[in-house]
Nanobody, 128 residues
Framework: QVQLVESGGGLVQPGGSLRLSCAAS????????IGWFRQAPGKEREGVSC????????YYADSVKGRFTISRDNAKNTVYLQMNSLKPEDTAVYYC?????????????????????WGQGTQVTVSS
């Protein structure tokens, strides 16, 4: 059974850092494109970052570029999202998702419709 489990969320002050983890079970992550999405109360779920199965190319939303870094550890079957310089507007539930497209464009990689499998989410709150 394909399963994604996020962890690492929490409460952090503005300017702080968190590292989210997305652990996979039932499948091998390096055969999948992995995306991170977030959803704030009353807002649509938006793409934050993704990493392609092909060459590990990474993509970022403009709002997080330069602050967030996505990476994968195939040995641990886990994808990470390192979040630095956090802002109150980063507050949201963060989800990871997976699909098996052989090739995916940057724009599509950040689109929720591209994904077949989703985790349950982890809450990130940035507040003083």
């Amino acid at each position: 059974q394909v399963q994604l489990v996020e962890s690492g969320g929490g409460l952090v002050q503005p300017g702080g850092s968190l590292r989210l983890s997305c652990a996979a079970s039932g499948f091998t992550l390096d055969y999948y494109n992995i995306g991170w999405f977030r959803q704030a109360p009353g807002k649509e779920r938006e793409g934050v970052s993704c990493i392609s199965r092909r060459d590990g190319v990474t993509y970022y939303a403009d709002s997080v570029k330069g602050r967030f870094t996505i990476s994968r550890d195939n040995a641990k079957n886990t994808v990470y999202l390192q979040m630095n310089s956090l802002k109150p507007e980063d507050t949201a539930v963060y989800y990871c998702a997976a699909n098996r497209y052989a090739y995916i464009s940057g724009a599509y990689c950040l689109t929720r419709d591209a994904y077949d499998y989703w985790g349950q989410g982890t809450q990130v709150t940035v507040s003083s």
